[in-house]
């Protein structure tokens, strides 16, 4: 049964500090570009209904339970007061069968936190938020969902006149380790617990009678996260702007603005405009991971001992597990990539060793297991090389040690390996083709990602797309 919106704020139940109930800024002219129905479907929605009620999704009428959050954040390891300076909550929408879900628009103009900013977004970025995030999803790596893009009919300037846009995004929550950083920095010790007992609620309810609640909450977002950015290493995923701010205690990834996937094979990639210094390059980011723990444990101290050293042993204990966690998923991943679902010593030396071949020889990062997983060895750069034998001829050893027929392996390996990603050169056709009116290319591409572990897909959305004489660079879009 399908139902309309039905919203509840929780997080108003905060002191006021972490929250602005700001006046809404209309447009006079919106258009419905983009919408997910299935997601509307999961959310127990009227797709049509949903759709109609434009005015909602412009931002052009505001609920009672909208605001927009007050947080801070580690930006490129500098700590800043921020929030949502362009985003408005319309608020947590309960599903049918219980589900919590918050529902934000992002591009809805000027708020408290907008720094002398307009507050509003850009139509290019936005499809690239709803493409990204629908890869995501269907590559089985918990985000944030896109459920709409409005087209406002204004122009807003971002080096240039560029045409306005509002996204509608779903996510589990939108509290952020900077939410945390907050409350630490403006607020008191009763703001943490009382931020903290309501993360509790939304994300680890199983926990609220726990005698040591807090320190296990750390230790779920620890394991969470840990699982997440393993995730994203295997699929050659960048997110570009891992500051505090952009870290949801839920575990999903969310602003994929300054964000792509790899091509070319190297681990210090990096697609961001504004990273360069590297800091976000591919290699770093499960280091980057443990260092935004660190800020999240420094916040909950107060609520981990009795005194400050027991708290620090408490943080220490939880903040230690992320490495663990995070090379337990990560190499597990990587055997299964590669066809072993029974890890033995040596599996790490095995798929490091091709790692290795991969940068030497610029191998495409999805299509060098791809080949693997359909027994294309022809097409692997390095299958001529004699290290590339020896390690081929290591693997199929291997292999055969597991007793498995090569189909059954390549069935399980193709449930590891997705056959697309979103491509860069396709991701930039699809946005170029919606400023110019034009939304086909993008619903072809969200077709085509939205099954991406299926290999009969075309050979165009395949290949890794023609060769650039410069480093491809993505934007914030703000």
């Given at each position: 049964?399908?139902?309309?919106?039905?919203?509840?704020?929780?997080?108003?139940?905060?002191?006021?500090?972490?929250?602005?109930?700001?006046?809404?800024?209309?447009?006079?002219?919106?258009?419905?570009?983009?919408?997910?129905?299935?997601?509307?479907?999961?959310?127990?929605?009227?797709?049509?209904?949903?759709?109609?009620?434009?005015?909602?999704?412009?931002?052009?009428?505001?609920?009672?339970?909208?605001?927009?959050?007050a947080y801070a954040g580690h930006q490129f390891g500098n700590l800043t007061m921020l929030g949502d300076g362009r985003a408005l909550m319309l608020g947590e929408h309960v599903t049918p069968n219980g589900k919590r879900v918050d529902v934000q628009l992002k591009g809805s103009g000027p708020t408290e936190y907008s720094r002398g900013g307009d507050g509003r977004a850009a139509l290019g970025p936005m499809v690239r938020e709803f493409i990204i995030s629908e890869a995501m999803h269907a590559l089985g790596i918990p985000t944030n969902r896109a459920l709409a893009v409005v087209q406002t009919g204004e122009a807003i300037m971002r080096q240039g006149p560029k045409h306005g846009a509002i996204l509608t995004r779903v996510a589990s929550s939108h509290l952020r380790v900077g939410t945390f950083q907050f409350a630490a920095g403006a607020g008191s010790i009763d703001d943490?617990?009382?931020?903290?007992?309501?993360?509790?609620?939304?994300?680890?309810?199983?926990?609220?009678?726990?005698?040591?609640?807090?320190?296990?909450?750390?230790?779920?977002?620890?394991?969470?996260?840990?699982?997440?950015?393993?995730?994203?290493?295997?699929?050659?995923?960048?997110?570009?702007?891992?500051?505090?701010?952009?870290?949801?205690?839920?575990?999903?990834?969310?602003?994929?603005?300054?964000?792509?996937?790899?091509?070319?094979?190297?681990?210090?990639?990096?697609?961001?405009?504004?990273?360069?210094?590297?800091?976000?390059?591919?290699?770093?980011?499960?280091?980057?991971?443990?260092?935004?723990?660190?800020?999240?444990?420094?916040?909950?101290?107060?609520?981990?001992?009795?005194?400050?050293?027991?708290?620090?042993?408490?943080?220490?204990?939880?903040?230690?597990?992320?490495?663990?966690?995070?090379?337990?998923?990560?190499?597990?991943?990587?055997?299964?990539?590669?066809?072993?679902?029974?890890?033995?010593?040596?599996?790490?030396?095995?798929?490091?060793?091709?790692?290795?071949?991969?940068?030497?020889?610029?191998?495409?990062?999805?299509?060098?297991?791809?080949?693997?997983?359909?027994?294309?060895?022809?097409?692997?750069?390095?299958?001529?090389?004699?290290?590339?034998?020896?390690?081929?001829?290591?693997?199929?050893?291997?292999?055969?040690?597991?007793?498995?027929?090569?189909?059954?392996?390549?069935?399980?390996?193709?449930?590891?390996?997705?056959?697309?990603?979103?491509?860069?050169?396709?991701?930039?056709?699809?946005?170029?083709?919606?400023?110019?009116?034009?939304?086909?290319?993008?619903?072809?591409?969200?077709?085509?990602?939205?099954?991406?572990?299926?290999?009969?897909?075309?050979?165009?959305?395949?290949?890794?797309?023609?060769?650039?004489?410069?480093?491809?660079?993505?934007?914030?879009?703000?």
């Open positions: 049964m399908t139902t309309d919106w039905n919203f509840e704020a929780t997080y108003l139940e905060l002191r006021d500090i972490f929250y602005d109930r700001g006046p809404i800024h209309p447009v006079d002219n919106p258009t419905l570009v983009l919408f997910n129905d299935s997601l509307a479907a999961s959310l127990g929605l009227d797709a049509q209904s949903v759709k109609q009620d434009i005015a909602l999704l412009a931002g052009n009428r505001q609920t009672e339970t909208s605001f927009s959050q943490v617990i009382a931020l903290t007992e309501i993360a509790i609620k939304r994300h680890d309810p199983d926990l609220i009678d726990a005698p040591d609640c807090y320190e296990q909450f750390l230790g779920r977002v620890v394991e969470r996260q840990a699982r997440l950015i393993a995730n994203w290493q295997l699929v050659g995923f960048i997110h570009g702007v891992m500051n505090t701010d952009n870290m949801f205690i839920s575990g999903e990834g969310l602003d994929y603005g300054p964000c792509a996937f790899m091509d070319t094979y190297h681990p210090e990639t990096v697609f961001s405009s504004i990273d360069r210094d590297g800091r976000y390059a591919y290699a770093n980011q499960p280091y980057i991971g443990s260092w935004n723990l660190a800020r999240l444990a420094e916040t909950l101290l107060p609520l981990l001992g009795e005194t400050k050293e027991e708290a620090v042993d408490v943080a220490n204990k939880q903040l230690t597990r992320y490495t663990e966690l995070y090379k337990e998923a990560y190499f597990t991943g990587l055997a299964h990539k590669i066809g072993l679902f029974v890890r033995k010593d040596g599996d790490d030396t095995l798929t490091n060793e091709l790692l290795r071949l991969m940068v030497e020889t610029e191998a495409d990062y999805t299509n060098t297991f791809r080949s693997l997983t359909l027994g294309e060895m022809e097409s692997l750069p390095f299958a001529t090389r004699e290290d590339g034998k020896a390690w081929l001829g290591a693997w199929r050893k291997r292999l055969s040690e597991q007793g498995l027929p090569d189909e059954d392996v390549s069935r399980i390996m193709r449930q590891y390996n997705p056959a697309v990603i979103p491509r860069n050169h396709h991701v930039e056709k699809a946005i170029q083709a919606a400023e110019r009116g034009d939304f086909g290319p993008t619903e072809a591409l969200l077709t085509i990602l939205r099954d991406p572990y299926n290999y009969d897909h075309p050979p165009e959305y395949v290949s890794a797309g023609p060769p650039r004489t410069y480093p491809y660079q993505t934007f914030c879009g703000t």
